[in-house]
């Protein structure tokens, strides 16, 4: 019986080492691979942070996305507009288009109220071409008509967006905006005057 007791005594602390040791490699092993996650984080970090200061240290017209001017871009547009239509199955039931340069001298959205000096240097010259649609179709032709659009290179802003659905089918208004620059305008890129916007319009049915 002493024979098993020694052996007891023997054993089970080596058990207890053995244990110990482990949890100690697991805890180990974890503590590991959190300091690796830890240095993939901080790494990625700071490559967001050197990207953002190379942006931020680029020319403020190099900062906005507007494609050069083309000519024709509004109607040129409008027609790619309708080609996407066509191709999604999807009705244009009527079209408002318009466009705006900032900066010309007409146009009087750059006040101090609205864009600090900077923003104003940095968006003076881009024109806004903007339009508005009413479209009608299958609730699927409509989604894919806006994937499409999300799918574009050229920059486009969506906003006013109405959905609304009945046993007819859906009916979609939105509002869409693209961008382009030209020569930046030799007048000073701030006006103080209340003149009314440099806005060309059209309208009408397909």
Same mark, same amino acid.
């Given at each position: 019986?002493?024979?098993?007791?020694?052996?007891?005594?023997?054993?089970?602390?080596?058990?207890?080492?053995?244990?110990?040791?482990?949890?100690?490699?697991?805890?180990?092993?974890?503590?590991?691979?959190?300091?690796?996650?830890?240095?993939?984080?901080?790494?990625?970090?700071?490559?967001?942070?050197?990207?953002?200061?190379?942006?931020?240290?680029?020319?403020?017209?190099?900062?906005?996305?507007?494609?050069?001017?083309?000519?024709?871009?509004?109607?040129?547009?409008?027609?790619?507009?309708?080609?996407?239509?066509?191709?999604?199955?999807? *009705?244009?039931?009527?079209?408002?288009?318009?466009?705006?340069?900032?900066?010309?001298?007409?146009?009087?959205?750059?006040?101090?109220?609205?864009?600090?000096?900077?923003?104003?240097?940095?968006?003076?010259?881009?024109?806004?071409?903007?339009?508005?649609?009413?479209?009608?179709?299958?609730?699927?032709?409509?989604?894919?008509?806006?994937?499409?659009?999300?799918?574009?290179?050229?920059?486009? *802003?969506?906003?006013?967006?109405?959905?609304?659905?009945?046993?007819?089918?859906?009916?979609?208004?939105?509002?869409?905006?693209?961008?382009?620059?030209?020569?930046?305008?030799?007048?000073?890129?701030?006006? *103080?005057?209340?003149?009314?916007?440099?806005?060309?319009?059209? *309208?009408?049915?397909?």
């Amino acid at each position: 019986m002493g024979s098993l007791y020694r052996i007891i005594g023997w054993v089970v602390p080596l058990l207890c080492v053995a244990g110990a040791g482990v949890v100690i490699y697991n805890r180990q092993n974890e503590l590991l691979a959190t300091d690796s996650k830890q240095k993939a984080a901080e790494q990625q970090f700071q490559l967001v942070v050197t990207e953002k200061a190379q942006v931020m240290a680029e020319p403020q017209d190099l900062r906005f996305a507007a494609a050069p001017a083309q000519p024709l871009e509004e109607a040129r547009f409008i027609d790619e507009l309708r080609k996407r239509a066509t191709l999604n199955r999807v *009705t244009i039931v009527s079209w408002t288009s318009s466009s705006a340069t900032f900066g010309a001298r007409e146009q009087s959205a750059l006040t101090s109220s609205q864009f600090s000096e900077e923003e104003a240097k940095a968006i003076s010259g881009v024109t806004r071409i903007t339009c508005d649609l009413k479209l009608k179709g299958d609730y699927l032709a409509l989604r894919a008509f806006i994937h499409g659009i999300s799918g574009e290179d050229r920059l486009l *802003t969506l906003n006013k967006v109405t959905w609304t659905r009945s046993q007819e089918g859906s009916d979609l208004s939105l509002s869409l905006s693209r961008y382009t620059i030209a020569e930046a305008p030799s007048i000073p890129a701030l006006q *103080t005057d209340k003149a009314s916007s440099n806005t060309t319009g059209k *309208t009408g049915n397909p």
